[in-house]
């Protein structure tokens, strides 16, 4: 009895978290108008209908700047799911692609969308064929800062985002934070926003999406976030550190600007106006060991069929959330080939996303008769299966046989397609943390999804789960009084009291 009462408190925070948290065009575009070509490199998988030499150059310099970040921030900051580009010729060809806002295409070169299973990368080609990789590495540094996606302000990630976007090389060595000359005219010409504005601006303000006020936001945000970071005033740099650590504890972000700097928006604003007035931006350079030559890790580019270039337009559709015009790209492609696995991979995404688990579940058994090679196919199948065998309920050592079986195998080929996807690991770890007799590769699948995703708390909750079915009791307390702390999801939080509250009252029981 006392072991239910806990077990049935770790069940329903681990299924929760799992649910909670895991759950783009015009008219379809003619795929076949152009010729659309794959290139693989190590850790980027580019897809385009521009010229080739154009996609090579800007796969060498993706790698050159995902090995530098590598090199100053650890290799664990670029650990990362697959990363998908899309590399489209020209603005006609982008433009079904764009952001939406207010009904209409937003005019962006680019942008970047952040997703479970895949990160993907839009860029219009025409906005880099001068040299310029600003607009990419802009979209990139997004991926490599996506640990502070939820506690940065939108001002503070867009504008570590452009001082990061002039990541130059020469040789070994490496130059972040050069001056941007459009963002200083255009502050030249233009007055600031006053900063408790700037700090409000969300990603439906108008400042954000429309034209004629984008360029405020960005170029005020580049300004600030490179003041405080690689600025003339070493105590600002110092207080950049206590900001950041603030934010990630969950104090409100402008609560955290007046305390860690010791001052108000007004007078920052001040500080600021003199900061430009200067005219010194010195970037921060650094020399690096490593050779950052990465051209000899790319494999031979290769034509896709027209079947295949509808998927990846679908699936970028689906990433921006645009379900109905996706699924034009997937029935097309259907009609085209229907003996082919990518549309039924993507259609079964789809469903997934629409919470039609039952479709789901037909598309992905579809797919994977079709011989299908895709991890979020074998994870999706998995997922879709355990959710509707115990309808979000705790009733995990209910599954049948067959149904745990289907799941387990699923689970472990996604791993084997892609070793790097937390989520698989931590399902499969929830699985066997229902068998007393499973926990040791409860306790290995648990740990390698901490470890891709250190900063996911709902992770941690499900170990600490596994640390009370261990009967490591203070351990667990531990790990569930860090859950506690006000930074962390108000949901994950909630479970994790109420586990705590359980594991207190079991002790209680079992005193005489």
């Not at 060991?289 to 290769?302: A, D, E, I, R």
Request: hydrophobic share 40%.
């Amino acid at each position: 009895m006392v072991n239910f009462r806990v077990n049935a408190a770790v069940w329903s925070a681990c299924l929760a978290f799992l649910f909670h948290g895991l759950v783009c065009g015009e008219a379809l575009a003619a795929a076949s108008a152009d010729q659309w070509f794959q290139l693989q490199t190590r850790h980027f998988t580019i897809f385009s209908n521009g010229r080739v030499d154009d996609v090579r150059q800007l796969a060498v310099r993706l790698e050159q700047f995902r090995q530098a970040y590598s090199v100053l921030a650890g290799a664990q900051a670029v650990v990362s799911v697959p990363i998908i580009v899309m590399a489209f010729s020209n603005s006609d060809s982008f433009r079904p692609f764009q952001p939406i806002y207010q009904g209409k295409p937003q005019a962006v070169a680019g942008f970047f969308q952040r997703d479970m299973d895949e990160n993907l990368i839009a860029v219009n080609l025409k906005a880099i064929e001068s040299g310029s990789m600003e607009v990419i590495f802009h979209e990139y540094t997004h991926l490599l800062m996506r640990h502070n996606d939820r506690i940065w302000p939108l001002w503070l990630k867009e504008g570590m985002a452009e001082v990061y976007s002039t990541f130059a090389i020469d040789n070994n060595r490496v130059c972040l934070g050069l001056a941007k000359t459009h963002h200083l005219e255009f502050l030249r010409d233009h007055p600031l926003m006053p900063l408790h504005e700037l700090f409000n601006v969300s990603h439906d303000s108008p400042q954000y999406n429309e034209r004629d006020q984008r360029g405020t936001f960005y170029a005020q945000s580049w300004a600030l976030a490179r003041y405080l970071v690689l600025g003339d005033n070493p105590v600002r740099k110092t207080q950049f550190g206590i900001f950041a650590r603030q934010l990630r504890e969950g104090v409100r972000a402008e609560d955290a600007f007046t305390d860690a700097f010791r001052t108000d928006p007004a007078s920052m604003e001040l500080e600021l106006k003199q900061y430009l007035a200067r005219g010194k931006f010195e970037p921060l350079c650094y020399n690096v060991k490593t050779t950052l030559n990465p051209g000899q890790s790319f494999s031979t580019q290769h034509v896709l069929s027209q079947v295949e270039v509808l998927f990846q337009q679908g699936n970028l559709l689906v990433h921006c959330n645009r379900l109905d015009e996706a699924e034009k790209y997937f029935k097309r492609a259907q009609q085209l080939a229907p003996e082919s696995a990518r549309p039924s991979e993507g259609l079964g995404l789809l469903a997934g996303r629409r919470k039609n688990h039952q479709q789901a579940i037909a598309y992905f058994e579809q797919a994977i008769a079709q011989r299908s090679f895709s991890f979020r196919v074998h994870f999706g199948y998995a997922r879709e299966l355990y959710s509707t065998a115990t309808e979000g309920n705790i009733a995990v050592r209910g599954l049948s046989p067959e149904i745990e079986q289907k799941v387990r195998g699923s689970l472990q080929r996604a791993i084997q397609l892609m070793p790097l996807f937390a989520p698989s690991h931590y399902l499969l770890g929830v699985i066997e943390l229902a068998h007393s007799e499973n926990l040791v590769q409860a306790a290995k699948h648990l740990s390698r999804a901490l470890e891709l995703e250190p900063d996911n708390k709902g992770y941690l909750l499900a170990f600490a789960g596994l640390q009370i079915e261990r009967r490591e009791y203070a351990a667990a307390r531990q790990t569930l009084a860090s859950l506690l702390r006000p930074e962390v999801d108000p949901e994950v939080r909630r479970r994790a009291g109420s586990l705590l509250q359980a594991l207190d009252e079991s002790t209680k029981m079992k005193k005489p």
